[in-house]
């Protein structure tokens, strides 16, 4: 009997565990994730190291290393999260290389303090690349005004790219043309397009989160029955913007030079609200040539009891079109939402990476050898 997530995947979604840490790795956990539950891929940000580092003494031999060489704690965060991250890599690649560099992904996130800065967004992607060394990684900037350039001279440089933090339709449209241009500058060096990959990671419960507060203050009737709608309903406008600006002829002369299409990833796809069924943003998002990043417990969820019933997205436009129009009706600025969530998804992340840098410095002070400065 097929399980749910071999059905879904069998419809078109890849799954990716949006968890990684060493005790994972070694104890053979994610391995049997990859057999088990149809795990393709792994995302990683610095709130998902830092909790591995807080609780992981797996790494404890390595912070004993790294101490004793004196190395400085933005030094030890990256040698540890790439030697992860690498790792994990390796044990991917028979799915990278099953699926033609489709699948069999790791991502690696550059350092949220870069969140606004172009130069060094590129200049430590490009660092990633180079320590992680392996074809099937995937380096995370942040979907901001000073990313998009980045990830056009990131492409451009022949490496593939997970774009995160997406909220809005907006940025997304900004996204896909920084990939394109990434994609013809790459041309144009004589890099092979075939090997640059890239995935476009779309917040879902965020959304709804944002959204249904406001829906909560304005209080009406009309409000309360659009709650719990938005997330899924951008998400699936999303998709159709992919469908349409990838039909194009610019992408589709790109395509035809080798390039892949740029998928669209959903993320965020956790049930924040426990009045809303623990599936909605996997069961609600079924489309073809789309990722779903999903932390274990939904994942769980998913396996234990989710309904795949093929493409829930690419009939759902005018619905979602329509809810659109019914927020703004109610009051919602959309707009406004958005924004928020983009300051407030940098801001989350700047402050998981300066955990993470606590979490490391005070690892690397308590390996210290007694009487050591």
């Given at each position: 009997?097929?399980?749910?997530?071999?059905?879904?995947?069998?419809?078109?979604?890849?799954?990716?565990?949006?968890?990684?840490?060493?005790?994972?790795?070694?104890?053979g956990?994610?391995a049997?994730?990859?057999?088990?539950?149809?795990?393709?891929?792994?995302?990683t940000?610095?709130?998902?190291?830092?909790?591995?580092?807080?609780?992981?003494?797996?790494?404890?031999?390595?912070?004993?290393?790294l101490?004793?060489?004196?190395?400085?704690?933005?030094?030890?965060?990256?040698?540890?999260?790439?030697?992860?991250?690498?790792?994990?890599?390796?044990?991917?690649?028979?799915?990278?290389?099953?699926?033609?560099?489709?699948?069999?992904?790791v991502?690696?996130e550059?350092?949220?303090?870069?969140?606004?800065?172009?130069?060094?967004?590129?200049?430590?992607?490009?660092?990633?690349?180079?320590?992680?060394?392996?074809?099937?990684?995937l380096?995370?900037?942040?979907?901001t005004?000073?990313?998009?350039?980045?990830?056009?001279?990131?492409?451009g440089?022949?490496i593939?790219?997970?774009?995160?933090?997406?909220?809005?339709?907006?940025?997304?449209?900004?996204?896909?043309?920084?990939?394109?241009?990434?994609?013809?500058?790459?041309?144009?060096?004589?890099?092979?397009?075939?090997?640059?990959?890239?995935?476009?990671?779309?917040?879902?419960?965020?959304?709804d989160?944002?959204?249904?507060?406001?829906?909560?203050?304005?209080?009406?009737?009309?409000?309360?029955?659009?709650?719990?709608?938005?997330?899924?309903?951008?998400?699936?406008?999303?998709?159709?913007?992919?469908?349409?600006?990838?039909?194009?002829?610019?992408?589709?002369?790109?395509?035809?030079?080798?390039?892949?299409?740029?998928?669209?990833?959903?993320?965020?796809?956790?049930?924040?609200?426990?009045?809303?069924?623990?599936?909605?943003?996997?069961t609600?998002?079924v489309?073809?040539?789309?990722?779903?990043?999903?932390?274990?417990?939904?994942?769980?969820?998913?396996?234990?009891?989710?309904?795949?019933?093929?493409?829930?997205?690419?009939?759902?436009?005018?619905?979602?079109?329509?809810?659109?129009?019914?927020?703004?009706?109610?009051?919602?600025d959309?707009a406004?939402?958005?924004?928020?969530?983009?300051?407030?998804?940098?801001?989350?992340f700047?402050?998981?990476?300066?955990?993470?840098?606590?979490?490391?410095?005070?690892?690397?002070?308590?390996?210290?050898?007694?009487?050591?400065?």
């Amino acid at each position: 009997m097929t399980t749910p997530t071999a059905a879904l995947a069998a419809a078109g979604v890849s799954i990716w565990l949006d968890d990684l840490s060493r005790q994972r790795i070694l104890s053979g956990n994610l391995a049997e994730l990859i057999s088990s539950r149809d795990v393709t891929g792994v995302t990683t940000n610095p709130t998902i190291f830092a909790g591995a580092l807080s609780k992981g003494e797996a790494y404890e031999g390595q912070v004993e290393q790294l101490a004793k060489a004196g190395v400085s704690t933005d030094e030890a965060i990256f040698s540890i999260t790439t030697d992860d991250v690498r790792n994990a890599c390796d044990l991917f690649r028979p799915i990278y290389d099953r699926t033609d560099g489709v699948d069999g992904r790791v991502s690696i996130e550059v350092s949220p303090d870069l969140a606004h800065d172009t130069e060094g967004t590129v200049a430590q992607a490009k660092d990633l690349w180079s320590r992680v060394d392996r074809p099937n990684a995937l380096i995370k900037i942040p979907a901001t005004k000073a990313g998009l350039p980045a990830i056009t001279e990131v492409i451009g440089s022949g490496i593939s790219v997970n774009v995160t933090l997406i909220f809005s339709l907006e940025r997304y449209d900004e996204v896909i043309d920084a990939y394109l241009s990434g994609l013809e500058k790459a041309r144009e060096a004589g890099i092979d397009l075939s090997t640059i990959h890239s995935v476009a990671s779309f917040f879902v419960s965020r959304v709804d989160t944002e959204v249904d507060k406001r829906l909560a203050a304005i209080g009406s009737d009309e409000a309360k029955a659009l709650v719990g709608k938005a997330g899924l309903a951008n998400a699936r406008l999303a998709y159709e913007l992919f469908e349409k600006r990838f039909a194009e002829d610019r992408a589709t002369q790109l395509v035809s030079a080798g390039a892949n299409v740029q998928r669209p990833l959903w993320a965020s796809t956790g049930v924040k609200d426990p009045a809303l069924p623990d599936t909605l943003y996997v069961t609600g998002l079924v489309a073809k040539g789309t990722v779903n990043t999903m932390p274990e417990k939904t994942l769980e969820a998913t396996f234990d009891h989710a309904e795949v019933t093929g493409d829930t997205v690419t009939g759902a436009y005018d619905e979602a079109h329509a809810l659109f129009a019914d927020l703004a009706e109610v009051g919602v600025d959309f707009a406004d939402v958005t924004q928020v969530l983009e300051s407030e998804g940098v801001e989350k992340f700047i402050a998981s990476w300066h955990e993470l840098q606590d979490t490391v410095a005070a690892a690397l002070a308590g390996a210290q050898p007694e009487g050591a400065q």
